[in-house]
């Protein structure tokens, strides 16, 4: 992918983005909780008068839909890699096999044709190189196996948190929507619902710590900024 191209994507992203995220500046405010025994608090969530509204609803059931289509966009193109990995590996194993074959082909020819007064001394000179070319090329090919490898890693975990942190806040938003916030606290306790609403958070705290754990170049780069600042 090109400079340009990711500057386009994303820019792309982030108008759809506010797109999606534009209801939010009418639904949300304040909210009343109630406690029992005539205790009362407040958040900040879907405001009172919108409680039950057709227009949470919708909202809440397009995001959810939403989610649902990139999960399952992220799980088909995942199985695409899977496959690729997999041919990748065995594409190696074949090479790999045909190269140690060649090397001892090479090798026995060498033996036939050489002089046995001469050939100790040239066969292990021979080999050496053989060698050294050979883990030459191991090496390269390992290094990018590992750089591969590091890079499907990350995304599968970025990938596994999203769907981890979102579809249960929006799950709960549309079956309180639907039934109403009194209805879900007869089966989910209210610290619960809590913990459930602010799920989405995982996803944005986490990203940093995994491409910090995962990516050497990441924490380098870091590094520089700081260093800088």
Do not use: W
Not at 31 to 53: E, L, M
């Amino acid at each position: 992918m090109s400079a340009r191209i990711a500057l386009m994507c994303i820019i792309t992203i982030c108008l759809a983005s506010a797109v999606v995220t534009i209801p939010n500046l009418f639904i949300r405010g304040i909210h009343t909780v109630r406690f029992g025994d005539n205790h009362t608090g407040h958040d900040c969530s879907i405001a009172d008068k919108f409680i039950g509204s057709k227009l949470v609803i919708y909202y809440n059931a397009a995001l959810l839909m939403i989610s649902i289509a990139n999960i399952a966009s992220v799980v088909i193109q995942y199985i695409f890699i899977g496959r690729q990995i997999y041919k990748h590996f065995q594409f190696l194993k074949r090479f790999r096999s045909h190269i140690q074959l060649k090397n001892q082909t090479s090798v026995i020819s060498f033996i036939s044709i050489e002089d046995n007064t001469t050939c100790d001394r040239s066969i292990t000179q021979y080999n050496q190189k053989r060698c050294k070319t050979v883990n030459n090329n191991k090496a390269v090919v390992n290094a990018g196996d590992r750089t591969n490898y590091k890079s499907t890693l990350i995304a599968v975990i970025v990938s596994v948190f999203f769907i981890i942190s979102y579809v249960p806040t929006l799950t709960e938003n549309v079956l309180e929507a639907i039934y109403g916030e009194e209805y879900i606290g007869m089966f989910i306790s209210l610290p619960v619902r809590n913990i459930i609403e602010k799920t989405f958070a995982i996803n944005h705290v986490v990203n940093p710590f995994i491409y910090g754990f995962l990516d050497t170049k990441f924490r380098t780069d870091c590094r520089e900024i700081l260093n800088c600042c």
